[in-house]
DNA sequence: TTCTAAATGAAAAATATTTTCATTTAATAA
DNA sequence: TTATTAAATGAAAATATTTTTCATTTAGAA
């Protein structure tokens, strides 16, 4: 269950962040689709109805909102700095190569590779990065 | 078992790349060390024995070396675009966040956790992005 | 050794990100 | 409500990253 623009709201507040207009905005625009943005499609949704936010403080909060948790980055949709918005625990991504759509899950299944990796290696494993990409239904229809 | 400079050359040549001393070179410290490196490391590196070589031409070699999947791009370790040497079939990487120092690993045993996602979700599945991060051994020490 | 398509380097352009700083404002406390 | 203040904003500049362009050079085939 994806966060909403209310919770993440309440979570910026119980940091202590301002809750700024400019910030409602910028989590609107993320919290209100299924898609990963860069930083300047964020900028260029946000900006066609808030002319006046600048692109730093899209750089600004999407530093904030990243640190805390509330949007995750990933990077298998092309670009390398892509989000979209975070859900409560251990989850992961599945993303449309063509549409940018983003569907989460949970269960990566990966605790047994983590230990073997850790007993062979002998790292201290701290966390591991699992994006799946493929085409989602409408896609694929509409490749025919 | 990683690729070698060697082996680098070779596939290069097979695909009709030429052979020239700037993309020696270059494949050379990426092959040469078990870390990942940014184009901007690379340049450096390079750059100390062979002044003359210019950023275009890493940018350039790069871009070959990662469409033949000669060199792997990394994600996990801080930057987003970070490169080390490939190796044959289906591998990912336990990255250092300390030192940067890669391991290769295969069975990432993703298999079932795909099959669930696709019928789950209808998409067609392409592939996966799969990195571990850590502390490797020597940089669990020096952190005493 | 010659030839030619491919590759190079330098410079400029385009893009992306961060820093700086004067001004504004959200939210607390009076 | 209003005053206060630390935090946040926007604009501009600085910095970093990546790509394009083009004249020159060169690897490798003939």
Excluded: W
Excluded at 32 to 39: F, I, R, V
Excluded at 45 to 65: D, W
Excluded at 99 to 107: A, L, M, N, Y
Aim: charged content about 20%; overall charge positive.
């Amino acid at each position: 269950m994806r966060l909403t623009e209310r919770k993440v709201a309440a979570i910026l507040r119980q940091h202590s962040y301002k809750l700024t207009p400019q910030r409602r905005v910028v989590i609107q625009a993320i919290a209100s689709n299924q898609d990963h943005l860069t930083p300047t499609a964020i900028y260029e949704r946000v900006h066609q109805h808030h002319p006046s936010i600048g692109f730093v403080t899209i750089y600004r909060t999407l530093e904030i909102l990243a640190q805390l948790g509330l949007i995750c980055e990933l990077h298998a949709g092309g670009s390398c700095r892509s989000y979209t918005i975070s859900a409560p625990g251990h989850h992961h991504h599945l993303i449309c190569s063509n549409c940018s759509r983003v569907i989460d899950f949970t269960g990566c299944e990966l605790g047994k590779v983590e230990q073997d990796l850790s007993s062979k290696t002998g790292f201290r494993i701290e966390g591991h990065l699992l994006e799946f990409i493929g085409l989602c239904q409408a896609c694929q229809r509409e490749a025919t």
